[in-house]
Protein backbone atom coordinates (compact mmCIF):
# COMPACT_ATOMS: atom_id res chain seq x y z
CA UNK A 1 0.00 0.00 0.00
CA UNK A 2 0.82 3.76 -0.87
CA UNK A 3 2.21 5.38 1.89
CA UNK A 4 1.52 9.36 2.72
CA UNK A 5 4.01 11.77 4.13
CA UNK A 6 3.79 15.82 3.40
CA UNK A 7 5.48 18.76 4.43
CA UNK A 8 3.33 21.46 6.88
CA UNK A 9 4.09 25.09 6.89
CA UNK A 10 2.68 28.59 6.59
CA UNK A 11 2.61 29.64 3.43
CA UNK A 12 3.45 26.17 1.67
CA UNK A 13 2.61 26.78 -1.70
CA UNK A 14 5.70 27.48 -2.80
CA UNK A 15 7.35 24.11 -1.87
CA UNK A 16 9.03 21.63 -4.23
CA UNK A 17 9.25 18.97 -1.39
CA UNK A 18 7.19 16.71 -3.39
CA UNK A 19 8.57 16.80 -6.15
CA UNK A 20 11.61 16.07 -4.37
CA UNK A 21 10.33 12.90 -2.78
CA UNK A 22 8.42 11.84 -5.85
CA UNK A 23 12.11 11.43 -7.51
CA UNK A 24 13.38 9.92 -4.41
CA UNK A 25 10.29 7.35 -4.84
CA UNK A 26 11.12 6.67 -8.22
CA UNK A 27 14.80 6.00 -7.94
CA UNK A 28 14.46 3.75 -4.91
CA UNK A 29 11.39 2.26 -6.32
CA UNK A 30 9.78 3.05 -2.77
CA UNK A 31 6.01 3.44 -2.71
CA UNK A 32 4.59 7.02 -1.66
CA UNK A 33 2.92 10.10 -1.86
CA UNK A 34 4.13 13.30 -0.63
CA UNK A 35 1.80 16.34 -0.68
CA UNK A 36 1.69 19.91 0.52
CA UNK A 37 -0.20 20.96 4.06
CA UNK A 38 -0.99 24.17 4.74
CA UNK A 39 -0.91 24.96 8.51
CA UNK A 40 -2.76 27.97 9.79
CA UNK A 41 -0.66 30.00 12.62
CA UNK A 42 -2.53 28.51 15.40
CA UNK A 43 -3.11 25.35 14.10
CA UNK A 44 0.03 23.82 13.61
CA UNK A 45 -0.43 20.64 16.17
CA UNK A 46 -4.12 19.98 14.87
CA UNK A 47 -3.13 19.99 11.52
CA UNK A 48 -0.46 17.30 12.00
CA UNK A 49 -3.09 15.07 14.31
CA UNK A 50 -5.81 15.38 11.49
CA UNK A 51 -2.66 14.07 8.75
CA UNK A 52 -2.29 11.17 11.05
CA UNK A 53 -5.17 10.51 11.80
CA UNK A 54 -6.21 9.75 8.26
CA UNK A 55 -2.83 7.36 7.59
CA UNK A 56 -0.27 9.82 7.57
CA UNK A 57 3.50 8.08 8.45
CA UNK A 58 5.72 11.38 8.79
CA UNK A 59 5.81 14.90 7.59
CA UNK A 60 8.51 17.80 7.20
CA UNK A 61 8.35 21.18 9.00
CA UNK A 62 9.28 24.41 7.51
CA UNK A 63 8.41 28.16 8.42
CA UNK A 64 6.95 28.62 11.24
CA UNK A 65 6.66 25.48 13.11
CA UNK A 66 9.80 24.26 13.56
CA UNK A 67 10.35 24.71 17.37
CA UNK A 68 6.44 24.06 17.90
CA UNK A 69 7.32 20.68 15.98
CA UNK A 70 9.96 20.14 18.43
CA UNK A 71 7.59 20.77 21.77
CA UNK A 72 5.26 18.00 20.00
CA UNK A 73 7.03 15.00 19.36
CA UNK A 74 7.27 12.40 22.17
CA UNK A 75 10.98 10.84 21.04
CA UNK A 76 13.81 13.18 19.75
CA UNK A 77 16.94 12.24 18.07
CA UNK A 78 20.43 13.76 18.78
CA UNK A 79 20.30 16.13 15.85
CA UNK A 80 17.04 17.17 17.56
CA UNK A 81 17.77 17.33 20.67
CA UNK A 82 21.06 19.26 20.06
CA UNK A 83 19.02 21.55 17.54
CA UNK A 84 15.74 22.20 20.03
CA UNK A 85 13.87 22.28 16.93
CA UNK A 86 12.25 19.71 14.55
CA UNK A 87 11.46 19.56 10.51
CA UNK A 88 10.99 15.43 10.09
CA UNK A 89 8.41 13.96 12.08
CA UNK A 90 7.77 10.24 11.38
CA UNK A 91 4.64 8.45 13.72
CA UNK A 92 5.67 5.44 14.95
CA UNK A 93 2.91 3.47 17.06
CA UNK A 94 1.89 6.14 19.58
CA UNK A 95 4.83 7.87 19.51
CA UNK A 96 6.23 10.57 17.28
CA UNK A 97 9.43 10.95 16.50
CA UNK A 98 10.99 14.16 16.18
CA UNK A 99 14.90 14.75 14.01
CA UNK A 100 16.53 17.53 12.46
CA UNK A 101 18.08 16.79 9.14
CA UNK A 102 18.67 20.59 8.16
CA UNK A 103 22.05 21.16 9.68
CA UNK A 104 23.24 17.97 7.92
CA UNK A 105 21.75 19.71 4.88
CA UNK A 106 23.25 22.87 4.62
CA UNK A 107 26.60 21.54 5.60
CA UNK A 108 26.37 18.94 3.09
CA UNK A 109 25.55 21.51 0.19
CA UNK A 110 28.50 24.01 1.51
CA UNK A 111 30.99 21.55 1.37
CA UNK A 112 29.98 19.14 -1.42
CA UNK A 113 27.75 21.07 -3.66
CA UNK A 114 29.15 24.24 -3.97
CA UNK A 115 32.69 22.49 -2.73
CA UNK A 116 32.98 25.46 0.23
CA UNK A 117 34.98 24.22 3.34
CA UNK A 118 33.59 25.61 6.22
CA UNK A 119 36.96 24.69 8.81
CA UNK A 120 38.89 27.76 9.32
CA UNK A 121 36.62 30.04 7.96
CA UNK A 122 34.65 32.91 9.30
CA UNK A 123 30.77 32.29 9.74
CA UNK A 124 27.98 34.54 10.07
CA UNK A 125 24.98 33.01 10.89
CA UNK A 126 22.09 35.22 10.97
CA UNK A 127 18.89 34.93 13.01
CA UNK A 128 17.85 33.25 16.33
CA UNK A 129 14.99 30.92 15.58
CA UNK A 130 14.27 27.39 14.14
CA UNK A 131 15.74 27.77 11.35
CA UNK A 132 19.28 28.78 13.15
CA UNK A 133 18.87 26.67 15.67
CA UNK A 134 18.87 23.22 13.44
CA UNK A 135 22.27 23.79 11.58
CA UNK A 136 24.00 25.39 14.40
CA UNK A 137 25.72 22.17 15.73
CA UNK A 138 26.70 20.95 12.84
CA UNK A 139 28.35 23.95 11.04
CA UNK A 140 30.15 24.56 14.55
CA UNK A 141 31.34 20.81 13.95
CA UNK A 142 32.88 21.91 10.88
CA UNK A 143 35.34 23.37 12.86
CA UNK A 144 35.05 27.18 11.76
CA UNK A 145 37.46 29.96 12.97
CA UNK A 146 34.65 31.83 13.80
CA UNK A 147 31.09 31.24 14.28
CA UNK A 148 29.20 34.70 14.37
CA UNK A 149 24.55 34.76 15.06
CA UNK A 150 23.57 38.16 15.09
CA UNK A 151 20.30 38.45 15.71
CA UNK A 152 17.50 41.55 15.86
CA UNK A 153 16.94 40.24 19.48
CA UNK A 154 20.50 39.94 20.79
CA UNK A 155 19.31 38.19 23.48
CA UNK A 156 18.04 35.18 21.28
CA UNK A 157 21.36 34.96 19.66
CA UNK A 158 22.83 34.90 22.89
CA UNK A 159 21.39 31.87 23.83
CA UNK A 160 21.96 30.19 20.98
CA UNK A 161 25.86 31.32 21.33
CA UNK A 162 25.91 30.12 25.18
CA UNK A 163 25.71 26.31 24.03
CA UNK A 164 29.02 26.78 22.60
CA UNK A 165 30.85 28.70 25.26
CA UNK A 166 33.33 26.69 26.29
CA UNK A 167 34.51 26.28 22.51
CA UNK A 168 36.20 30.17 22.23
CA UNK A 169 34.54 30.35 18.94
CA UNK A 170 31.24 30.65 18.96
CA UNK A 171 29.32 34.45 19.97
CA UNK A 172 26.30 36.62 19.48
CA UNK A 173 25.94 40.26 18.20
CA UNK A 174 23.50 42.82 17.54
CA UNK A 175 23.59 44.02 13.31
CA UNK A 176 24.99 47.09 14.70
CA UNK A 177 27.91 45.50 16.61
CA UNK A 178 29.31 43.58 13.35
CA UNK A 179 30.69 46.85 12.12
CA UNK A 180 34.34 46.46 11.27
CA UNK A 181 34.08 42.82 10.95
CA UNK A 182 34.58 40.57 7.87
CA UNK A 183 33.26 36.81 7.03
CA UNK A 184 33.61 34.44 4.85
CA UNK A 185 30.46 32.70 4.39
CA UNK A 186 26.99 34.64 5.50
CA UNK A 187 23.79 32.75 5.97
CA UNK A 188 20.64 33.99 6.08
CA UNK A 189 18.47 32.07 8.19
CA UNK A 190 16.46 34.83 8.51
CA UNK A 191 12.16 34.52 6.97
CA UNK A 192 13.01 37.82 6.00
CA UNK A 193 13.34 36.61 2.02
CA UNK A 194 10.34 35.40 2.71
CA UNK A 195 8.94 38.91 3.18
CA UNK A 196 11.34 40.56 0.80
CA UNK A 197 12.95 42.04 3.28
CA UNK A 198 16.64 42.70 4.35
CA UNK A 199 18.50 42.44 7.40
CA UNK A 200 20.34 45.37 8.60
CA UNK A 201 23.60 44.53 7.65
CA UNK A 202 26.74 47.02 7.87
CA UNK A 203 28.52 48.02 4.75
CA UNK A 204 31.71 46.27 4.30
CA UNK A 205 31.10 42.65 5.55
CA UNK A 206 32.05 39.88 3.08
CA UNK A 207 35.76 39.25 2.90
CA UNK A 208 37.68 38.55 -0.56
CA UNK A 209 35.87 35.43 -1.98
CA UNK A 210 32.78 35.67 0.44
CA UNK A 211 30.02 33.72 -0.12
CA UNK A 212 26.65 34.74 0.59
CA UNK A 213 24.01 32.10 0.88
CA UNK A 214 20.10 32.13 1.97
CA UNK A 215 18.82 29.32 3.37
CA UNK A 216 15.69 30.53 1.45
CA UNK A 217 14.96 29.06 -1.93
CA UNK A 218 12.87 31.06 -5.48
CA UNK A 219 13.59 31.25 -9.13
CA UNK A 220 15.50 34.43 -8.67
CA UNK A 221 17.60 35.92 -6.29
CA UNK A 222 16.36 36.98 -3.37
CA UNK A 223 16.53 40.43 -1.98
CA UNK A 224 19.46 39.42 0.24
CA UNK A 225 21.81 37.82 -2.41
CA UNK A 226 21.40 40.58 -4.98
CA UNK A 227 22.56 43.07 -1.78
CA UNK A 228 24.97 40.62 -1.22
CA UNK A 229 26.84 40.92 -4.71
CA UNK A 230 26.39 45.03 -4.96
CA UNK A 231 28.59 44.48 -1.37
CA UNK A 232 31.55 43.02 -2.38
CA UNK A 233 30.26 38.64 -2.38
CA UNK A 234 32.15 36.86 -4.61
CA UNK A 235 29.67 33.99 -4.77
CA UNK A 236 25.86 33.83 -4.08
CA UNK A 237 23.94 30.63 -3.42
CA UNK A 238 20.52 29.57 -2.31
CA UNK A 239 18.56 26.58 -0.20
CA UNK A 240 17.70 24.51 -2.69
CA UNK A 241 20.59 22.64 -1.97
CA UNK A 242 19.85 22.43 1.36
CA UNK A 243 16.48 21.36 0.39
CA UNK A 244 17.52 18.68 -1.13
CA UNK A 245 20.48 17.03 0.96
CA UNK A 246 17.67 17.33 4.06
CA UNK A 247 15.20 15.86 2.57
CA UNK A 248 17.25 12.77 1.47
CA UNK A 249 18.02 12.62 5.24
CA UNK A 250 14.72 12.72 5.54
CA UNK A 251 13.67 10.19 3.06
CA UNK A 252 16.29 7.89 4.86
CA UNK A 253 14.98 8.35 8.43
CA UNK A 254 11.17 7.25 6.78
CA UNK A 255 12.22 4.68 4.29
CA UNK A 256 15.76 3.44 5.72
CA UNK A 257 17.23 3.67 1.78
CA UNK A 258 19.68 6.83 1.34
CA UNK A 259 18.82 8.14 -2.17
CA UNK A 260 20.96 9.96 -4.53
CA UNK A 261 20.51 13.65 -4.22
CA UNK A 262 22.94 14.46 -7.27
CA UNK A 263 20.19 13.64 -10.37
CA UNK A 264 17.57 15.39 -8.50
CA UNK A 265 19.13 18.61 -8.06
CA UNK A 266 20.09 18.69 -11.50
CA UNK A 267 16.66 18.19 -12.33
CA UNK A 268 15.75 21.30 -9.84
CA UNK A 269 19.23 23.73 -11.21
CA UNK A 270 18.26 22.78 -14.64
CA UNK A 271 14.21 24.02 -14.47
CA UNK A 272 15.51 27.25 -13.30
CA UNK A 273 17.92 30.48 -14.10
CA UNK A 274 21.04 29.46 -14.08
CA UNK A 275 22.26 32.17 -11.54
CA UNK A 276 22.95 29.60 -8.50
CA UNK A 277 26.79 29.59 -7.42
CA UNK A 278 27.22 32.33 -9.92
CA UNK A 279 29.32 35.80 -9.03
CA UNK A 280 26.30 37.72 -10.81
CA UNK A 281 22.54 36.61 -10.80
Same mark, same amino acid.
Given at each position: ?130 ? =?? @?? !? &? ?15 ? +? *? ?50 ? =?? @?? !? &? ?15 ? +? *? ?51
Amino acid at each position: MTDHYAVVGNPVAHSVSPLIHAQFALQTGEDIDYVKLLAPLDGFAECVAQFRASGGKGVNVTLPFKIEAYRLATRLNPAAQQAQAVNTLKFEGNDIIGDNTDGRGLTRDLEVNLGFAIAGRRVLLMGAGGA =AQ @GV !L &APLFAQKPAVLMIANRT +L *ARAQTLADSFERSGCCAAASYEALAGSQFDLVINATSASVAGALPPLPPRLY =AS @GA !L &AYDMMYAAEPTLFLRSA +L *ACGAARIADGIGMLVEQAAVSFQVWRGVCPDTKPVLEKLKGERPDWRNAGQP
